[in-house]
């Protein structure tokens, strides 16, 4: 069975800092593909950022770019999202979700479409307030 299980979200802030954790159990982790989504009340499920089965190419929103870091530790079976310089407009749950295969390629495969994703956790808060 499947899990991925967020943690590290919280109330910071704004121009604050966390770090978000994703730790995944019952699949090959290092032959999947990592990524964040973030959804606030309201809104569609947004991308933030993904990163390659050995961390080598990482792709982020424009909303976030300079400002969140996504990363992995296949040892430990991790991906995190480190969230810096938070605004309130970051409040959302964030999702962390896995799709599988060692081929990272934007040209050909849209990595912010949460529909290509096999699966997902059940989220984490993240309340930014001003």
């Known amino acids: 069975q499947v899990q991925l299980v967020e943690s590290g979200g919280g109330l910071v802030q704004a121009g604050g800092s966390l770090r978000l954790s994703c730790a995944a159990s019952?699949?090959?982790?290092?032959?999947?593909?990592m990524a964040w989504f973030r959804q606030a009340p309201g809104k569609e499920r947004e991308f933030v950022s993904a990163i390659s089965w050995n961390g080598g190419t990482t792709l982020d929103a424009d909303s976030v770019k300079g400002r969140f870091t996504i990363s992995r530790d296949n040892a430990k079976s991790t991906a995190y999202l480190q969230v810096a310089n938070l605004k309130p407009e970051d409040t959302a749950v964030y999702f962390c979700a896995a799709r599988g295969g060692l081929l990272f390629d934007s040209r050909t495969t849209d990595y912010t479409d949460p529909g290509i994703y096999e699966y997902w956790g059940q989220g984490t808060q993240v309340t930014v307030s001003s």
């Open positions: 019952g699949l090959n982790f290092r032959t999947y593909t």
